[in-house]
C-alpha cells in the first residue's frame, strides 16, 4: 500500500529547542510539501519541494526549513522552537501534474511548552 | 487575499438527509477542483474533484457541481451518514502549477 509516513504522531518540545519532523514517501512522487493546520486558518503551506535538493518558500517559512536530500525524504527543521508553533503538522507529496492531487501523512501534533 | 474561500466554518446535518458544502474561488486560471475530507488526527484524503470542462463528476454518494461563470463550486453528499461527519477541504490548482490553493475547511457534523 503507497503511502506518505511521517516519523512521530506526537511530540513535545521545548521553547528554543531544534526539533526535526521527518517525512518519507514510497511513491516516487517529485513533489513534497509541507503544511500546518490550526482551526480556522486550514492547510497553510510552509515550504515545498519539487525535486531533490530543491526547496520553495510556502505561505508561512518563517521559523522554519527544510532538507530534502533524496527523492523520498522531506524533513522539517524548527530551528529554535516556539509556541506560536504549536500546531498539526502535515506531510503530503504529488506527482508532477494537477490530475493527481497529493496523498498526505497522519500527520504529527506538535506541542511547544 | 483568499483565492479559495469556504464561507461556513461547520454545517450540521441530518442522518439520511443531503449535506452541501460550498466554495467559492476567485482565481479564473483555475482549472482543476478537488475535495478532501480529514478526520481528526489524521491526515486529509482524497475524495473526488472535477476540471473546468466539466460541470459534475460523480461518485457514488458524492457528488461535485462546477460554476465556472460563478466561480462556485460543491459538494453533494447524498444521503449522509454519521462516518461522513469530518472537515471538508475544498483545493484548486492551475494547469500550469502543480501547487494546490486551499480553503480553510469545513466541519460537518451528521446528526443521528
Known amino acids: 500500500d503507497v503511502k506518505v509516513t511521517q516519523s512521530s504522531r506526537y511530540l513535545v518540545k521545548r521553547t528554543g529547542e531544534k526539533v526535526f519532523l521527518e517525512c518519507v514517501q514510497d511513491m516516487d512522487h517529485e513533489n513534497m510539501f509541507w503544511y500546518r493546520q490550526d482551526p480556522g486558518l486550514g492547510l497553510r503551506l510552509i515550504y515545498f519541494s519539487y525535486d531533490v535538493k530543491m526547496k520553495e518558500k510556502g505561505d508561512i517559512p518563517e521559523g522554519y526549513s527544510v532538507s530534502r536530500e533524496k527523492k523520498e525524504r522531506f524533513s522539517l527543521i524548527l530551528e529554535s522552537a516556539s509556541t506560536n508553533q504549536t500546531s498539526m503538522y502535515l506531510c503530503a507529496s504529488s506527482l508532477t501534474g494537477h490530475l493527481y492531487g497529493y496523498t498526505f501523512g497522519s500527520g504529527t501534533r506538535l506541542t511547544v511548552v | 487575499d483568499q483565492q479559495v474561500k469556504q464561507n461556513s466554518p461547520s454545517l450540521s446535518v441530518q442522518e439520511g438527509r443531503i449535506s452541501i458544502l460550498n466554495c467559492d474561488y476567485t482565481n479564473s486560471m483555475f482549472d482543476y477542483f478537488l475535495w478532501y475530507k480529514k478526520y481528526p488526527a489524521e491526515g486529509p484524503t482524497f475524495l473526488i474533484s472535477?476540471?473546468?470542462i466539466k460541470d459534475k463528476n460523480e461518485d457514488g454518494r458524492f457528488t461535485v457541481f462546477l460554476n465556472k461563470s460563478a466561480k462556485h463550486l460543491s459538494l453533494h453528499i447524498v444521503p449522509s451518514q454519521p462516518g461522513d461527519s469530518a472537515v471538508y477541504f475544498c483545493a484548486a490548482s492551475e494547469d500550469s502549477n502543480y501547487q494546490l490553493i486551499w480553503g480553510a475547511g469545513t466541519k460537518l457534523i451528521i446528526k443521528p
Open positions: 472535477i476540471s473546468s
